[in-house]
């Protein structure tokens, strides 16, 4: 356990420091105004301020015209400067205002006229992340979405108001969160919203009290506190949003089962429930690269900044985690995940997580290094001329077969807002515009739709992208959806969800012809090389695993029209003491074909059978192997042998023998 790490419960003691009482509803004193204003806010009712009221009202009058021009004069500069404050306190607010229609805009700037709104809170400067551990204090805020860019007539709005608003009538839908109404009703202001919010975030506070009273784990526990983001930030929202609908005692509830939450997720070796001890495997909490990681800072972070209450907290995640997640980022240049393309699509979160500290506190982690712009063009390059599917590296857990979704689109909808470079916008658009997965597609996902897509957009320029941080290169023809594509791997292999993939080759033209055979299988988590395509060593009748915590390196030379030469050498794949003296793979791709060249050296004893995985039959007549979209042919050794083994379900691997030095094969269209 960190000993810096705050006492569970701190906040929760502050008392009345912390839950502020509900007082009556007034013009100036509605829910949402108190809550984010306080009661500074209400409008002068005595002393100095009665005074000058009593001045004004016994000045003589004036001339009914000059008053006129006076309240006419006085209208259009207060127009201006709500416009102006508006549009310049965030500079990149901008962008979202510029792409609004022109109601739109007049709506974002000053709100419908039959709806009381929160007043907005002054934008701080954005600054880069690393600023953030300058600081001499900590920047107090609450959670403050930002919801200018809401566009009130858009088929995306009028979906997810649908969704809350069944789930209102009490058809709650599958996955339907407290955070869905809070967000309503921070749009509408209509209280119901905040009324529901409330009772679904009751049920988990009181099923998790009855869960501790009966000596086990509440559900927020589960598999290594994997849910704590979204649970905890269901009531960080709403409590934040809704706090003068929530009694006091009913507050302060919420917040011990929160500060005990947050506090068991770092210090796993102490955990406690109740009085009862608790302790878990701390799984991840130092490892800002993988998606538990993600989850316990969105916890953490949301809860920070609820109502701005606990500034130990915001002082925890400036000087232990934040810096090294953005160092972490700052060393994966390219973008995208070592965790691989399925569970890397958990970078929504953490996208999702730089916009909500942005927008509340200023600091931008998000375009502290590259990380997350480059992601864009990593999805891009990683998704298949189709626009379709993507490169399945990695496990496939969710769906094996690696098909775009709704949380792909979320990934890059957030990464669009965050962004602060033109060029990726456009091509998160482009890629937005032209995907498959058009709009959200489960209810739950409907709000991460109210981001802009944007209009248009245009395609990377390059046709290869090489992700160094991940060992990913991609490449294609063209951006047309007749283009052959390419995927290779070899770099680093460090975490558990990612593959003995080191030296695979994925190719697609209008469909697979070579794949892992991971995407056929019924988990999606088959993980062992004899799964990819690559050159597979056996030893005494057993294959040759790679071992995690290595890391293979390629050089990669450009051509043109997507060509390119790659040369890896995966020989470190292997560990020390392997039996594969040096292993290197040459890809050399060009006019619509793929040369493989691979040379190693081997302990006596041991095997190299080059496997190349595919979707159907395939028909072999010497050293040619054919099905229908890809002709596979050896060109050494010249006695090589060729035979098919099946995968099942009608999937097939095609395996070559007889190398004792290496193999080049060919793959081109039949």
Same mark, same amino acid.
């Given at each position: 356990?960190?000993?810096?790490?705050?006492?569970?419960?701190?906040?929760?003691?502050?008392?009345?420091?912390?839950?502020?009482?509900?007082?009556?509803?007034?013009?100036?004193?509605?829910?949402?105004?108190?809550?984010?204003?306080? =009661?500074?806010?209400?409008?002068?009712?005595?002393?100095?301020?009665?005074?000058?009221?009593?001045?004004?009202?016994?000045?003589?009058?004036?001339?009914?015209?000059?008053?006129?021009?006076?309240?006419?004069?006085?209208?259009?500069?207060?127009?201006?400067?709500?416009?102006?404050?508006?549009?310049?306190?965030?500079?990149?607010?901008?962008?979202?205002?510029?792409?609004?229609?022109?109601?739109?805009?007049?709506? $974002?700037?000053?709100?419908?006229?039959?709806?009381?709104?929160?007043?907005?809170?002054?934008?701080?400067?954005?600054?880069?992340?690393?600023?953030?551990?300058?600081?001499?204090?900590?920047?107090?805020?609450?959670?403050? %979405?930002? %919801?200018?860019?809401?566009?009130?007539?858009?088929?995306?709005?009028?979906?997810?108001? $649908?969704?809350?608003?069944?789930?209102?009538?009490?058809?709650?839908?599958?996955?339907?969160?407290?955070?869905?109404?809070?967000?309503?009703?921070?749009?509408?202001?209509?209280?119901?919203?905040?009324?529901?919010?409330?009772?679904?975030?009751?049920?988990?506070?009181?099923?998790?009290?009855?869960?501790?009273?009966?000596?086990?784990? =509440?559900?927020?526990?589960?598999?290594?506190?994997?849910?704590?983001?979204?649970?905890?930030?269901?009531?960080?929202?709403?409590?934040?949003?809704?706090?003068?609908?929530?009694? %006091?005692?009913?507050?302060?509830?919420?917040?011990?089962?929160?500060?005990?939450?947050?506090?068991?997720?770092?210090?796993?070796?102490?955990?406690?429930?109740?009085?009862?001890?608790?302790?878990?495997?701390?799984?991840?909490?130092?490892?800002?690269?993988?998606?538990?990681?993600?989850?316990?800072?969105?916890?953490?972070?949301?809860?920070?900044?609820?109502?701005?209450?606990?500034?130990?907290?915001?002082?925890?995640?400036?000087?232990?985690?934040?810096? !090294? %997640?953005?160092?972490?980022?700052?060393?994966? =240049?390219?973008?995208?995940?070592?965790?691989?393309?399925?569970?890397?699509?958990?970078? +929504?979160?953490?996208?999702?997580?730089?916009?909500?500290?942005?927008?509340?506190?200023?600091?931008?982690?998000?375009?502290?290094?590259?990380?997350?712009?480059?992601?864009?063009?990593?999805?891009?390059?990683?998704?298949?001329?189709?626009?379709?599917?993507?490169?399945?590296?990695?496990?496939?857990?969710?769906?094996?077969?690696?098909?775009?979704?709704?949380?792909?689109?979320?990934?890059?909808?957030?990464?669009?807002?965050?962004?602060?470079?033109?060029?990726?916008?456009?091509?998160?658009?482009?890629?937005?515009?032209?995907?498959?997965?058009?709009?959200?597609?489960?209810?739950?996902?409907?709000?991460?739709?109210?981001?802009?897509?944007?209009?248009?957009?245009?395609?990377?320029?390059?046709?290869?992208?090489?992700?160094?941080?991940?060992?990913?290169?991609?490449?294609?023809?063209?951006?047309?959806?007749?283009? +052959?594509?390419?995927?290779?791997?070899?770099? !680093?292999?460090?975490?558990?969800?990612?593959?003995?993939?080191?030296?695979?080759?994925?190719?697609?033209?209008?469909?697979?012809?070579?794949?892992?055979?991971?995407?056929?299988?019924?988990?999606?988590?088959?993980?062992?090389?004899?799964?990819?395509?690559?050159?597979?060593?056996?030893?005494?009748?057993?294959?040759?695993?790679?071992?995690?915590?290595?890391?293979?390196?390629?050089?990669?030379?450009?051509?043109?029209?997507?060509?390119?030469?790659?040369?890896?050498?995966?020989?470190?794949?292997?560990?020390?003491?392997?039996?594969?003296?040096?292993?290197?793979?040459?890809?050399?791709?060009?006019?619509?074909?793929?040369?493989?060249?691979?040379?190693?050296?081997?302990?006596?004893?041991?095997?190299?059978?080059?496997?190349?995985?595919?979707?159907?039959?395939?028909?072999?007549?010497?050293?040619?192997?054919?099905?229908?979209?890809?002709?596979?042919?050896?060109?050494?050794?010249?006695?090589?042998?060729?035979?098919?083994? $099946?995968?099942?379900?009608?999937?097939?691997?095609?395996?070559?023998?007889?190398?004792?030095?290496?193999?080049?094969?060919?793959?081109?269209?039949?």
């Amino acid at each position: 356990m960190n000993s810096t790490v705050p006492s569970p419960m701190s906040s929760a003691r502050a008392g009345g420091s912390i839950f502020r009482a509900a007082t009556p509803a007034t013009k100036w004193n509605s829910p949402r105004n108190r809550s984010t204003l306080g =009661p500074q806010a209400c409008p002068p009712t005595g002393g100095a301020h009665a005074g000058a009221q009593e001045i004004a009202m016994t000045a003589p009058a004036r001339p009914v015209r000059f008053r006129l021009a006076f309240v006419f004069g006085g209208v259009l500069l207060l127009l201006a400067a709500l416009a102006s404050a508006a549009i310049l306190r965030d500079p990149r607010r901008f962008g979202f205002w510029r792409e609004m229609p022109l109601a739109q805009r007049m709506v $974002s700037l000053w709100g419908e006229p039959e709806v009381r709104r929160p007043v907005r809170k002054a934008r701080r400067t954005v600054v880069a992340g690393p600023t953030a551990q300058r600081l001499s204090q900590p920047m107090l805020a609450r959670i403050d %979405l930002d %919801l200018i860019y809401v566009d009130r007539n858009s088929t995306a709005y009028t979906r997810f108001k $649908s969704w809350v608003d069944s789930a209102l009538a009490g058809s709650i839908g599958y996955g339907f969160e407290a955070t869905d109404a809070a967000m309503m009703y921070q749009l509408t202001g209509s209280g119901p919203y905040c009324d529901l919010a409330v009772r679904l975030v009751e049920q988990q506070v009181s099923a998790a009290e009855a869960a501790i009273a009966a000596g086990r784990n =509440p559900e927020v526990a589960g598999d290594s506190y994997l849910e704590v983001g979204p649970m905890i930030s269901d009531l960080a929202q709403t409590l934040d949003s809704c706090a003068s609908r929530i009694p %006091l005692q009913q507050q302060q509830r919420w917040s011990a089962y929160a500060e005990q939450t947050i506090w068991n997720v770092w210090n796993y070796a102490n955990a406690r429930w109740g009085n009862r001890a608790a302790p878990w495997t701390g799984w991840s909490v130092d490892n800002p690269g993988n998606n538990y990681h993600y989850s316990f800072l969105t916890a953490t972070a949301y809860w920070a900044l609820t109502n701005g209450r606990h500034p130990t907290w915001i002082n925890f995640l400036n000087s232990q985690k934040w810096p !090294p %997640l953005a160092d972490y980022y700052a060393h994966l =240049p390219g973008g995208g995940s070592r965790e691989g393309t399925g569970y890397g699509t958990a970078q +929504m979160r953490l996208f999702t997580l730089y916009r909500i500290w942005r927008d509340a506190t200023g600091v931008d982690y998000g375009n502290a290094n590259s990380h997350l712009t480059d992601t864009i063009s990593y999805w891009t390059h990683a998704t298949v001329p189709t626009l379709d599917r993507f490169a399945p590296f990695g496990d496939q857990s969710r769906n094996s077969i690696p098909e775009l979704y709704d949380y792909h689109r979320r990934l890059m909808l957030e990464a669009r807002a965050v962004t602060n470079k033109p060029e990726a916008r456009a091509i998160a658009s482009w890629w937005l515009n032209n995907i498959s997965v058009r709009q959200m597609t489960s209810g739950f996902n409907f709000r991460h739709d109210l981001l802009p897509a944007g209009t248009g957009g245009t395609p990377p320029a390059n046709l290869t992208y090489s992700a160094t941080g991940t060992g990913h290169l991609f490449s294609r023809t063209g951006w047309d959806r007749e283009a +052959m594509w390419v995927a290779f791997t070899a770099g !680093p292999y460090v975490e558990s969800h990612a593959h003995q993939d080191q030296g695979a080759f994925t190719l697609f033209s209008r469909d697979w012809m070579a794949v892992t055979s991971n995407i056929w299988s019924s988990s999606g988590i088959e993980q062992d090389t004899t799964m990819h395509n690559l050159v597979r060593f056996e030893r005494s009748g057993s294959v040759v695993p790679q071992r995690e915590g290595t890391t293979s390196s390629m050089v990669v030379t450009r051509g043109t029209a997507g060509a390119f030469v790659a040369d890896a050498n995966l020989t470190p794949a292997y560990g020390s003491g392997s039996p594969i003296t040096s292993w290197r793979r040459r890809l050399d791709f060009s006019n619509r074909a793929l040369t493989v060249t691979d040379t190693f050296q081997l302990t006596t004893g041991t095997t190299a059978i080059h496997q190349t995985h595919v979707p159907t039959l395939p028909t072999i007549s010497g050293l040619t192997a054919t099905t229908a979209r890809m002709r596979m042919r050896v060109l050494s050794p010249a006695g090589a042998t060729l035979s098919a083994v $099946s995968m099942g379900g009608g999937h097939y691997r095609i395996e070559v023998r007889g190398g004792t030095t290496g193999y080049t094969v060919q793959y081109s269209e039949p």
